[in-house]
């Protein structure tokens, strides 16, 4: 397999804009996970799906962040509108599912709104 | 809630020298531990995990962690680093729920610095 796949992995962005993150999980995994990562706050989880089904969004900022999960084999993150304090590196994650399951990273999308 | 404290926020080690990494974790109950690593530009790897029984548990690249209830404590270790093990350390916590996925809770990072 050849791992999570993220895309794109850079995204330049202008503020107001709409920016959507991809995420293409493992496959067999049912669980998956979008984590953001910023010098001042770390690693924070948004908000994570089991079996397609959003199961905890608390750590989703706020109304403009939104996340989708059609199948199995893929995720949407959407920032609208898009501010410069949401520049970070956005992970996604899948697992077996379960914590005590190994979370398998993608390489991450570095946005930057400008 | 959980939470994770990394005490370090960067650390000197020369090659060859024994490296520990420190991390405490705040539950009510034992969670699940792990510590994982990101080398720059890339996703994390996972080094090891702690679930239950043996609190010495060994993971990949030689590296070691040692988990202890009563500090709350799970202190990751490497006799002898590499050049190659510069990059950012992360303790995690997750807890067991019975209900579904759950996400890891992450300490802040400890940025590792390697001296030929």
């Known amino acids: 397999d050849a791992g999570v796949i993220q895309s794109p992995r850079h995204e330049v962005t202008e503020m107001g804009q709409e920016v959507t993150l991809r995420c293409k999980p493992i496959?067999?995994?049912?669980?998956l996970f979008w984590y953001r990562q910023t010098m001042m706050r770390g690693l924070e989880l948004l908000i994570y799906f089991n079996n397609n089904v959003p199961i905890d969004d608390s750590g989703m900022p706020e109304d403009r962040f939104s996340a989708k999960m059609p199948n199995a084999s893929f995720s949407t993150l959407k920032i609208q509108p898009s501010e410069p304090r949401d520049s970070a590196v956005y992970f996604c994650?899948?697992?077996?599912?379960?914590?005590?399951?190994?979370?398998?990273f993608g390489q991450g999308t570095r946005l930057t709104v400008v | 809630a959980q939470s994770v404290t990394q005490p370090d926020i960067h650390i000197t080690v020369s090659e060859g020298a024994s490296l520990e990494l420190r991390c405490n974790y705040s539950?009510?109950?034992?969670?699940?531990l792990f510590w994982y690593v990101q080398s720059p530009g890339q996703g994390l790897q996972l080094l090891l995990k702690y679930f239950s029984g043996d609190t010495l548990v060994q993971g990949i690249k030689g590296f070691e962690a040692e988990f202890k209830r009563s500090q709350s404590s799970f202190n990751l270790r490497k006799p002898s680093v590499h050049w190659s093990d510069a990059a950012e350390y992360f303790c995690?916590?997750?807890?067991?729920?019975?209900?579904?996925?759950?996400?890891?809770?992450f300490g802040k990072g400890t940025h590792l610095i390697i001296q030929p």
């Open positions: 995690a916590v997750g807890v067991p729920s019975g209900g579904g996925a759950d996400g890891l809770t």
């Open positions: 994650a899948s697992s077996l599912g379960g914590a005590q399951h190994e979370a398998f």
């Open positions: 496959s067999g995994h049912n669980s």
């Open positions: 539950y009510g109950a034992t969670p699940y």
